[in-house]
């Protein structure tokens, strides 16, 4: 995917990392038209999630505008619930450090770690992500600008 590559996934004894990098054009769901609908439509259980923002409000809404990284979490998250019979208690948070790491770097721990299940539902995920995303069109401004001229 252009606007997002997983950059490294780590199977460790509680949790897996994936270091994911996003485009910059890409960094929050704000710029999709329709995100947070269109993700909800596809995976509804994704509203039963629990989701600590800083401005505590439901994932719901959150996901109109995020960190693209930490919609990929939830879907990650809700793939896998549906795969796994045996999933209990999923959870996961999504971490950033651009002083350390380049712009756009994103640390995706999951507190899961069974790869049979992980590796197809990160493919899916990365894949309903990519056919969720739909531009806004480019803006025309030309003719606000001829007015300003007039
Ligand atoms: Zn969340």
Not at 41 to 69: D, F, S, Y
Not at 106 to 125: K, W
Request: proline share 5%; hydrophobic share 40%.
């Amino acid at each position: 995917m252009e606007f997002l590559n997983i950059i490294n996934v780590k199977y460790l004894k509680k949790r897996t990392d994936i270091t994911v990098f996003v485009d910059k054009k890409y960094l929050t769901t704000h710029n999709f038209r329709d995100f947070s609908e269109t993700i909800l439509a596809r995976l509804p259980g994704i509203k039963l999630h629990h989701c600590k923002n800083n401005l505590n409000i439901p994932v719901e809404e959150e996901l109109k505008n995020t960190e693209t990284a930490h919609a990929l979490e939830h879907i990650l998250i809700e793939v896998i619930f549906q795969a796994d019979p045996n999933a209990e208690r999923l959870a996961g948070v999504t971490a950033w450090n651009w002083h350390r790491q380049p712009t756009g770097t994103y640390l995706v721990s999951l507190r899961y770690t069974n790869r049979d299940f992980l590796e197809p539902a990160l493919e899916e995920s990365l894949n309903i992500l990519n056919n969720s995303i739909q531009e806004y069109p480019a803006l025309d401004v030309a003719p606000a600008f001829s007015l300003l001229n007039n």
